[in-house]
């Protein structure tokens, strides 16, 4: 069963950065456009940002201009720079397709910001 595996997640201090990376194997074919989630406690999964084959990237309100996506060299893997990060960005961050979701959902890679 096809997984994204997510990791790069931890405890941070509000102002700190964090990177996230995704990895996706065992597919035989390249995701055009991948997107990074977010699942807080008690809330809806959303849209965190999104990347095309051709890097045009979008981002949430929220986000844009803390957190760029960019994707990896290799095949199927797509990362996060998370900078002045906030207490409102404590989630469990998943990757998958964007704008659908295309793969079943990895376990994510929560990250906590708190002082």
């Known amino acids: 069963q096809v997984q994204p595996v997510e990791s790069g997640g931890g405890l941070v201090q509000p102002g700190g950065s964090l990177r996230l990376s995704c990895a996706v194997s065992?597919?035989?074919?390249?995701?055009?456009?991948m997107g990074w989630y977010r699942q807080a406690p008690g809330k809806q999964r959303e849209l965190v940002a999104g990347?095309?084959?051709?890097?045009?990237?979008d981002y949430a309100d929220s986000v844009r201009g803390r957190f760029t996506i960019s994707r990896g060299n290799t095949k199927n893997m797509v990362y996060l720079q998370m900078n002045n990060l906030k207490p409102e960005d404590t989630a469990v961050y998943y990757c998958?397709?964007?704008?659908?979701?295309?793969?079943?959902w990895g376990q994510g890679t929560q990250v906590t910001v708190s002082s």
């Open positions: 998958n397709g964007y704008p659908s979701v295309i793969l079943n």
């Open positions: 065992g597919l035989i074919f390249s995701i055009n456009t």
């Open positions: 990347i095309t084959s051709s890097g045009t990237s």
